[in-house]
């Protein structure tokens, strides 16, 4: 018995694949050092999303935010209104600020920082931190309001068989 053969189909060399057009939007901003107007697009964001993590892994000596976008000539206003434009900027900044959290809190229970700046400005690196700092401050405002006077009112109980009554020069 033969075997059927199948002719596989051949793709020509000369199809012409569509591709989408991708217009990318170049917008200046200032430079801190010079004060020239520098270009950036949507791939230097990425670039720079990428770069913020990697920095906040990477380098021992990074204990703020503002260190990385200043040492890149670019300045906090300018970083905060990137963050809100572009997401993927703003979770990388979240994330380098987290990184970075663990490693003012790490440095600070090793006795390598200063415990009372760090445990200062914790709220600002770790989300956790800052509910527990609110949540300590609620408890003191608690314990004012429990050291008010309060006054309690009850009907009298009324007599019982089972229980004798009590004489008043007991």
């Keep these: 018995?033969?075997?059927k053969t199948v002719a596989l189909k051949k793709v020509d060399d000369n199809t012409?694949?569509?591709e989408k057009s991708h217009i990318v939007r170049w917008f200046d901003y200032q430079c801190l050092f010079t004060g020239s107007l520098k270009p950036m697009n949507e791939v230097g964001i990425?670039?720079?999303a990428y770069e913020v993590r990697k920095w906040a892994l990477e380098d021992p000596n990074a204990l703020r935010l503002s260190q990385f976008f200043h040492k890149m000539g670019i300045s906090g206003r300018t970083w905060r209104r990137w963050c809100i434009e572009f997401p993927i900027l703003q979770e990388a900044s979240e994330e380098a600020r987290e990184?970075?959290?663990?490693?003012r809190e790490i440095g600070a229970l090793n006795n390598e920082y200063n415990t009372g700046i760090v445990a200062f400005t914790m709220p600002f690196y770790d989300t956790e931190w800052k509910d527990e700092t609110v949540r300590r401050a609620l408890l003191k405002e608690g314990s004012n309001e429990a050291k008010a006077t309060v006054v309690v009112t009850m009907t009298p109980i009324p007599n019982?068989?089972?229980?004798?009554e009590r004489k008043?020069?007991?």
């Design 99 to 103: 990184i970075i959290g663990e490693r």
């Design 1 to 3: 018995m033969r075997k």
């Design 168 to 170: 008043n020069d007991e």
């Design 46 to 48: 990425k670039r720079l």
């Design 160 to 164: 019982s068989p089972l229980v004798p």
């Design 16 to 18: 012409i694949v569509e």
